[in-house]
């Protein structure tokens, strides 16, 4: 496809500016794009001139239903479809939608995930038309970006607490740019572009594997011969079955108005990796949610399966989604580019020593926004980084804070250019900074990549711990400025303080190395290595005063948002341990006994017609694999009482622990033991597809 036809193609689907621009009188879509920045309400009449033209556009698409299009605290989207009919009253139709439909949807509340806001016997939910980002058509329905609210007024999505982080961090970070004389700022907007992370599986392989089926991750699997140690899949040549896959997601996506990039292999065999263009994070956060969803769905029609289980292999890579942040002014100023001589950027500086100090001060937030089920396994190793958070500077900006810190000159003359050596290639610039694999939150030339989230998670958490901390930060360097004697010296002050009481947090070497585990310690920086460690330090007092104080949440947001992920936890976990007995006990013990079955008569007919033979392979085998049945077997025995323990614990704290330190601890025991057999077994006896057939045949 050449260029003119992506132009042609691109945000074909999308009710955006253009199109808005083409269909709505002048004074509404100027009211509505104020409304999009500024967060005014639109009354009715406006609200019914954008309904008319939404529709006409919609059905000239081939759209027959609209949908308020919606993001609970699922991790997925919901919608619920209404057609465009409506009676005459003479037995015919017409095509209607009004700005009341527009504005306000009443979904059911009751069976979303709601922490106890909701009882089933209240069920009233609201959806509202999210302005800000555009509506589009998707399976010939109008979707609507909305967000999810209860009958008191309580946010059930993730939408909502994101629309409200970024409306703090941009207030915030308005006042500090307005005092460094940008008088033709108006709005500070945050950026995101997450980076995807997937697997590709043949779906006929897959649907033999009910662990993947049920889980979507390996509850059991041998390691193969060969797996990603030589380095050969990633960045390779792309299969013609997965570039098929790609083109159909790219094109897809881009009728979206997804920027879509970047594709390629990654390090794991049967790995990908998907990066847009960065955006505005709400509008982000939307694509993103699309990006997975078109995912799964065009893998499918390839005869697929995406996985975007954070860990679906042990022993190779797992999948994360780094998510790129940055804050930038709507006259494209980026707030985190250093320029050519950062030390004199007093800007930057200030900005960089705020992430600095909100990192160190909120740890605990990031890691809470990167804790799932899934993701504790990935955590730690194979470039994923560990659960100790840090921040990646760089030699240069690192060196840059400290000269501030001590009161002393830098030298901005360092080298930006760079030879290979070979005559034939030119000389490359080389960025302020390398790139640390290891690190949590590096700075990655002009913004900061938060590496720990999760590849099936929404990037919204993240982004909207990430903007509160920021605000909060920004309010108070704000204050600080707008009372100062000496405006240049007091910026001098906020940096120099900032890095002095804040400067653990800043860690450049190997996260994960073990003598970086006992510096942390030594620093005081939290190990929050399971979801249940990490998800109660939510509703902690400064957490808990620092989003009121911004309004992004209350108390009992908080509370809730808490329960529902230590609910989410023992919810998939008990998944994974009922579908792990069910397959030990119906179809692993009982292929071992048929393989034992099988060894025992072939010694006996040995026996019989050589009577001198000693049978010493058939007999250790059957030694060995009548070993791991009886463990297996008094394993998952305890595993059936500690899952039934845990499932009927009420706490939902306690709840989780028990599933973190016995059913968990028992599923790991059973693998090691089922992985053992898979090795002795009769390959026509194992009843699933190996590590192998999943990760290379395809």
């Known amino acids: 496809m050449g260029n003119t036809k992506i132009n042609e193609i691109f945000g074909d689907n999308v009710f955006n500016d253009s199109v808005m621009k083409e269909r709505l009188p002048k004074e509404t879509y100027e009211l509505l794009k104020d409304a999009a920045v500024s967060g005014k309400s639109i009354d009715n009449d406006i609200a019914g001139t954008v309904a008319l033209a939404m529709k006409e556009w919609a059905i000239e698409k081939g759209a027959t239903h609209f949908t308020h299009w919606f993001q609970p605290m699922t991790g997925i989207t919901a919608e619920k479809h209404d057609s465009f009919i409506a009676p005459t009253g003479d037995g015919h139709i017409i095509m209607d939608f009004s700005g009341k439909e527009l504005i306000k949807g009443e979904p059911d509340a009751s069976s979303f995930p709601s922490g106890g806001l909701r009882a089933t016997f209240e069920a009233r939910g609201y959806t509202a038309w999210d302005p800000s980002s555009f509506a589009f058509v998707k399976d010939n329905t109008l979707c609507i970006p909305t967000a999810f609210c209860s009958y008191g007024g309580e946010a ?28 033709d700022v108006t709005s500070v907007l945050t950026t995101a572009g997450p980076e995807q992370e997937y697997f590709l599986v043949d779906k006929e392989l897959l649907n033999k594997r009910p662990d993947l089926v049920y889980c ?53 065999p049967a790995q990908h990796e998907l990066a847009p263009i960065f955006t505005t994070t709400n509008i982000a956060a939307d694509h993103n949610q699309l990006t997975m969803e078109l995912m799964k769905k065009i893998a499918d029609k390839h005869g697929l399966v995406c996985l975007l289980h954070e860990k679906p292999f042990k022993g190779v890579n797992g999948s994360g989604k780094h998510n790129n942040w940055s804050l930038a002014t709507n006259t494209g100023v980026n707030l985190l580019n250093p320029g050519k001589n950062p030390s004199d950027n007093k800007l930057f500086l200030l900005c960089l020593a705020g992430v600095v100090k909100a990192v160190d001060t909120h740890q605990d937030l990031l890691r809470i926004s990167s804790a799932t089920a899934g993701n504790d396994h990935r955590l730690g190793g194979a470039e994923a980084p560990p659960a100790i958070i840090s921040m990646y500077l760089g030699e240069e900006l690192t060196d840059i804070l400290e000269a501030v810190e001590n009161g002393v000159h830098h030298d901005d003359r360092h080298k930006i250019k760079m030879s290979i050596g070979a005559e034939a290639i030119p000389y490359i610039k080389r960025d302020n900074t390398d790139r640390n694999r290891t690190s949590p939150f590096a700075f990655t030339g002009n913004k900061f990549e938060f590496r720990m989230l999760g590849s099936a998670s929404s990037i919204s958490d993240t982004n909207v711990m990430m903007n509160t901390m920021m605000a909060d930060v920004f309010c108070e360097f704000a204050d600080r400025l707008e009372n100062a004697g000496n405006f240049e010296e007091e910026v001098t002050a906020i940096i120099r303080e900032s890095v002095r009481e804040h400067k653990r947090i800043i860690f450049n070497g190997d996260g994960y190395s073990d003598e970086w585990q006992e510096e942390a310690k030594k620093r005081g920086l939290l190990n929050l290595k399971s979801t249940p460690d990490a998800i109660p330090m939510l509703c902690d007092g400064k957490n808990v005063e620092m989003f009121e104080r911004h309004k992004v949440f209350n108390q009992t947001e908080l509370r809730c948002r808490a329960d529902i992920s230590l609910e989410n936890y023992a919810k998939v976990i008990h998944i994974e341990a009922l579908t792990l007995s069910e397959m030990v006990r119906r179809d692993i013990m009982p292929a071992i006994s048929k393989t034992i079955f099988r060894l025992c008569r072939t010694a006996d007919e040995k026996q019989r017609i050589l009577p001198s033979k000693l049978c010493r392979y058939e007999k250790d085998l059957v030694e060995r694999l009548s070993e791991c049945n009886e463990k297996i077997y008094s394993f ?63």
């Open 216 to 268: 979507g991750r390996t509850l059991m699997g041998a390691v193969p011969p060969k797996g990603q140690e030589m380095h050969d899949h990633y960045f390779g040549v792309i299969k013609p079955r997965v570039a098929a896959f790609m083109k159909e997601l790219d094109d897809e996506l881009w009728r979206l108005g997804v920027l879509a990039k970047t594709e390629h292999n990654e390090a794991a």
């Open 636 to 698: 998952v025995s305890e595993l059936d009482e500690k899952s039934a323990d845990a499932k009927h614990t009420a706490e939902p704290l306690e709840r989780a622990n028990k599933y973190k330190e016995n059913v968990l601890t028992l599923m790991e025991e059973i693998r090691k033991v089922t992985d053992t057999a898979e090795t002795l077994v009769a390959r026509e006896d194992w009843p699933y597809p190996t590590y192998g057939d999943l990760l290379f045949k395809i």
């Open 156 to 183: 059930l999505d993730q939408k909502t607490p994101l629309l409200r982080s970024m409306q703090a961090v941009g207030k915030q970070a308005l006042r500090i740019v307005k005092l460094f004389g940008m008088d």
